[in-house]
């Protein structure tokens, strides 16, 4: 999206801006009212949305001297389309809420819009609304809309004992990114790059609903984190063996440079919203899926490689 001009927000004001960043959106099938009115309307042949929200707030979840406006925006979006994917559907429609100071380039408001957009883009999605208010820091709020495309949805209740756990997206990315970030460095770039913005594998999760997934999850608290949410819902154990997992290249040598366990990164990193699903044994998975371990029957937990793991080995909110 081209930006026309400089100068703040304060100098450019809400609806002004609004009509900036909406202002070539294009038409979109399912999309009955789009932006200008109290509310968006849209359209689900079978009557059934998913919806979910995500909150990004600046000096938490981003800092504006690591990322561009862009990468932000992509980042904001890819956390609420990958919710999506995660219950097996497709993300139709986005509405976004967006606070900022007002001494915020308006330039960089709008190249973070475009950030969502593509984002978007890249499952069929279209920005349809949202919201533009004054605050102390950037935040950004992002709900999805999206479509289970006629099959029930994919809930984390659904693990089985004997069902084999797996994963499709990369996985421990981001959290060595952020590790890199946090000692001054910007590279392995591929790394640094993770964490400004991830890469879901957003096909993957329909794919794993129609193969009859049990259950599925995003990771983006980490790997760990999110599979208790699987085994505390199912009610069953989650037990993770890393003996076969490949560690990519650039996470061996950030590894290696401060001394660590790649697996650790890949244990408890989060967003790069990687998603982890539970299949029936012996079932055909979906290209992208790889095995990584195996439910087994006892009270709700989490066991990496024969050892327990808790919740804190994750990102907690408030923790």
């Not at 986005?94 to 950030?115: I, Q, R, T």
């Not at 102390?136 to 004992?161: F, K, M």
């Not at 590790?179 to 890469?199: E, I, N, T, W």
């Amino acid at each position: 999206m081209a930006d026309d001009g400089g100068g703040t927000l304060q100098d450019l004001g809400e609806f002004a801006l609004i009509d900036r960043i909406t202002a070539d959106l294009p038409p979109a099938p399912g999309v009955i009212v789009g932006p200008g009115d109290d509310t968006a309307v849209v359209f689900s042949a079978d009557g059934l949305v998913a919806v979910t929200c995500d909150l990004l707030v600046e000096g938490t979840h981003f800092r504006r001297d690591w990322s561009t406006p862009i990468d932000i925006g992509r980042r904001a979006a890819a956390a609420s389309l990958a919710d999506v994917a995660a219950m097996g559907g497709v993300a139709t429609s986005l509405v976004v809420g967006f606070g900022a100071p007002g001494d915020l380039p308006a330039a960089w408001a709008v190249s973070c819009a475009s950030g969502i957009r593509e984002e978007a883009a890249l499952v069929g999605a279209v920005l349809v609304g949202g919201d533009v208010v004054q605050s102390p820091q950037v935040v950004i709020s992002v709900t999805a809309l999206g479509d289970l495309q006629g099959h029930s949805p994919v809930l984390r209740s659904g693990a089985r004992t004997g069902d084999v756990v797996a994963i499709a997206g990369r996985f421990g990315w981001a959290a060595a990114g952020l590790a890199l970030l946090s000692r001054g460095f910007r590279s392995p770039k591929a790394l640094v790059d993770a964490h400004r913005f991830p890469l879901p594998p957003y096909a993957a999760g329909p794919a794993a609903a129609a193969a009859g997934a049990t259950s599925m999850i995003d990771v983006s608290d980490g790997l760990v984190a999110d599979a208790l949410h699987i085994a505390t819902a199912s009610g069953v154990v989650v037990e993770l063996d890393t003996a076969g997992w490949e560690v990519p290249e650039p996470m061996q040598a950030a590894a290696a440079a401060y001394n660590v366990d790649p697996r650790e990164w890949m244990l408890t990193g989060g967003d790069d919203h990687a998603l982890l699903a539970t299949f029936p044994a012996g079932a055909a998975l979906p290209d992208g899926f790889t095995v990584i371990g195996s439910v087994g029957e006892g009270d709700p937990s989490v066991v990496v490689d024969g050892v327990p793991r808790g919740p804190e080995d994750g990102h907690r909110h408030f923790g």
